[in-house]
């Protein structure tokens, strides 16, 4: 009798442990199943890049400014190899069809050196525009003069080449730079950017625009533009046509404010610092905001894109705090606060956005990784340009101007005056009283 106890004793004892292993084992591959998302797939493309800029810096691809000789036409071909096989490497890991992505990405990065050499031009670069302004604008002039072929919509996914464009961002970002030089930047920065994004979704709900449409729009113009809606629309898990209509709109109201913004700054007798505070802390493309402020003389600049940089810091914490408000709100309040709700919903591109800085901050010296950030932010706007053809080729007049769209654009619009407005204001202050009165 008491051998058959025993052997009871062991069969449950053999069942629990072999019940306790299996969950263990289900929950082992439902974590390592998160990698194989898209948001990680493109962490670890992301990751890629700034390793191998790290190990190879001078074997690496670079986009020439012009195509005049046989070497700039083979440094364009590298930097082709390589978006393409990044493309086909990451869409074979999210099973997407490979079938036309070759000849896809080749009109798209023909139409992005068209815009590099458009922008290479001694009279355009006078002006202060950039490639990517170009890249958009030819990517519209296709999209609205003709029909985009199915074939070419292979390899259109601007979201995808931003997000990793956003991860090399971060290697730019040097904490122990930003601090040293932009201590009233950043303050300028958390004042402005909490005092915009409240009004703007305030208006956005007076004006009942949807919550989604709100939330991006009040990111976009209080943060940093396109970088900021996408974030913003990872962590909402926002309607993807929504995006790409605020990023038109970002990228069309930049172009203006570019030329307007310094003619203003003179009108009103700014000093050179107040000027580039201001336009860091308006203009919502880091390109854009350093050609605005070299209008104004060479401080201004440089107060602009320390400005600019700062906002650029807070990209994350914006994200972690849109993801616990929307979290805890969500789209019928039924979910909550949790940790692992925040996690499931904070996009993982920000993660690695906020890693890159941290590793190249506190990692390297700083030599080094400014040296490696040449590189990257390289890639940067050679990712950038191919995402802003791709926006345009998505992007209608029609769609833009339509009757349902008119509300969010007035929002956006009354939003980017008080930004601008409340930005001078802050600017003012900061740059033109305190910081001179402190020296």
């Avoid at 890049?49 to 012009?66: G, Q, R, S, V």
């Avoid at 440094?75 to 490497?89: D, K, N, P, Q």
């Avoid at 914006?318 to 408000?325: N, R, Y």
Wanted: aromatic share 12%.
């Amino acid at each position: 009798m008491p051998y058959k106890i025993y052997v009871i004793k062991f069969q449950n004892s053999f069942l629990i442990f072999a019940t306790f292993h299996e969950k263990k084992l289900l929950q082992m591959k439902k974590w390592l199943k998160q990698f194989a998302t898209e948001d990680w797939i493109i962490v670890f493309a992301g990751a890629v890049i700034l390793a191998l800029a790290c190990i190879f810096p001078d074997a690496m691809p670079e986009m020439p400014k012009t195509l005049k000789t046989g070497s700039d036409w083979l440094s364009a071909g590298y930097m082709f190899l390589f978006v393409l096989l990044l493309t086909m490497a990451t869409s074979a890991l999210m099973d997407r069809p490979l079938k036309w992505i070759f000849p896809s990405l080749l009109v798209i990065f023909s139409l992005t050196l068209a815009a590099q050499l458009i922008a290479s031009i001694p009279a355009v670069k006078e002006l202060g525009f950039e490639p990517v302004f170009f890249a958009v604008i030819l990517g519209l002039l296709i999209s609205n003069v003709f029909r985009v072929p199915d074939w070419l919509k292979s390899a259109v996914q601007s979201e995808f080449y931003i997000k990793i464009g956003i991860i090399c961002l971060g290697s730019t970002i040097l904490f122990g730079e930003v601090m040293k030089s932009g201590a009233y930047g950043l303050a300028q920065s958390l004042v402005v950017v909490f005092t915009v994004w409240y009004f703007a979704f305030w208006f956005g709900r007076r004006m009942r625009i949807d919550p989604e449409m709100g939330t991006m729009i009040s990111s976009a113009v209080s943060i940093c533009g396109v970088s900021a809606a996408i974030a913003t629309c990872g962590v909402i898990k926002g309607d993807n046509k929504k995006l790409s209509y605020v990023i038109s709109l970002v990228l069309i109201i930049a172009i203006p404010m570019m030329y307007l913004l310094p003619w203003l700054a003179g009108l009103m007798g700014l000093s050179e610092e107040v000027a580039g505070a201001w336009l860091g802390g308006t203009i919502d493309t880091t390109g854009a905001v350093a050609a605005s402020g070299t209008l104004v003389g060479e401080t201004a600049a440089k107060t602009a894109v320390i400005v600019k940089s700062s906002q650029n810091v807070l990209l994350g914490v914006a994200a972690f705090v849109i993801s616990l408000m929307w979290s805890y709100q969500g789209k019928n309040h039924a979910e909550k606060p949790t940790a692992g709700v925040i996690w499931e919903r904070f996009p993982k591109f920000v993660v690695g956005f906020v890693l890159a800085s941290l590793v190249f901050s506190f990692c390297m010296d700083t030599a080094t990784a400014k040296e490696v950030g040449t590189v990257t932010k390289g890639f940067q706007n050679t990712l950038f340009s191919v995402a802003f053809v791709c926006i345009g080729l998505e992007t209608r007049f029609k769609d833009i101007f339509s009757k349902e769209n008119r509300t969010p654009l007035k929002v956006f619009l009354v939003a980017q005056t008080f930004n601008i407005v409340v930005t001078l204001a802050v600017a003012w202050v900061i740059f033109g009283i305190i910081k001179p009165m402190l020296g």
